[in-house]
């Protein structure tokens, strides 16, 4: 079922983490943008931190102010601001969080908060639960609400073969278990947003 964009749907933006040439986050996020669609729950957008291309830090004012002085800040502030809801399909780097998600997350502030988040993490044995543990953390400093309920893929380079991702019962049943419980923590959250 392809999902059209419904006048007051939730806006889902599904973050692809990893910018390293050879990603295999990037087949990850194509099945879990195909997951997210069937489920129906949500208007779902594509975004992909490599197109997104922010520098490192470079904003002269704090985020809190949103006096952003180059266009790739303002443009991220628009992004974020639009979505509702959002899933962090990242990598575990040097057992946590990659410092592309770090870098995205520090140049705002106000366009994230009282936005609940999911994660889709993949790694080697631990498939990413100890980037999930620190990224968790991080993200309350945002006043992003990360809920328990993730997808977990072990092994994952053995799960992708020509650029494509095969997924397991599991993991097909944790994406939906885990978007169900995104929209109750978006439909609770809308209030304070």
């Given at each position: 079922?392809?999902?059209?964009?419904?006048?007051?749907m939730d806006?889902?933006?599904?973050?692809?983490?990893?910018?390293?040439?050879?990603?295999?986050?990037?087949?990850?996020?194509?099945?879990f943008?195909?997951?997210?669609?069937e489920?129906?729950?949500?208007?779902v957008?594509a975004i992909?931190?490599?197109?997104?291309?922010?520098?490192?830090?470079?904003?002269p004012?704090?985020?809190?102010?949103k006096?952003?002085?180059?266009?790739?800040?303002?443009?991220?502030?628009?992004?974020?601001?639009?979505?509702?809801?959002?899933?962090?399909?990242s990598?575990?780097?040097?057992?946590?969080?990659?410092?592309?998600?770090?870098?995205?997350?520090?140049?705002?502030?106000?366009?994230?908060?009282?936005?609940p988040a999911?994660?889709?993490?993949?790694?080697?044995?631990?498939?990413?639960l100890?980037?999930a543990?620190?990224?968790?953390?991080?993200l309350?400093?945002?006043?992003i609400v990360?809920?328990?309920?993730?997808?977990?893929?072990?092994?994952?380079?053995q799960?992708?073969?020509?650029?494509?991702?095969?997924?397991t019962?599991?993991?097909?049943?944790?994406?939906?278990?885990?978007?169900?419980e995104?929209?109750?923590?978006?439909?609770?959250?809308?209030?304070?947003r």
């Amino acid at each position: 079922m392809e999902l059209e964009s419904g006048v007051g749907m939730d806006r889902l933006g599904v973050v692809l983490v990893s910018t390293r040439q050879g990603r295999v986050g990037a087949p990850v996020t194509d099945w879990f943008l195909e997951q997210a669609r069937e489920h129906g729950g949500f208007d779902v957008e594509a975004i992909d931190l490599e197109r997104v291309d922010l520098p490192l830090l470079s904003e002269p004012n704090h985020p809190r102010l949103k006096k952003y002085t180059q266009e790739k800040t303002r443009a991220w502030s628009r992004t974020v601001s639009a979505l509702d809801a959002l899933v962090f399909v990242s990598p575990e780097y040097n057992f946590g969080t990659p410092p592309s998600l770090v870098n995205a997350l520090d140049h705002l502030y106000g366009e994230w908060n009282y936005k609940p988040a999911g994660l889709v993490t993949y790694g080697g044995i631990s498939g990413g639960l100890r980037a999930a543990q620190m990224t968790r953390l991080l993200l309350t400093s945002f006043k992003i609400v990360p809920i328990v309920e993730q997808v977990i893929i072990p092994f994952v380079a053995q799960a992708v073969a020509d650029g494509v991702f095969t997924a397991t019962e599991t993991h097909a049943k944790s994406a939906k278990v885990m978007l169900d419980e995104l929209v109750r923590w978006t439909a609770a959250l809308r209030t304070l947003r």
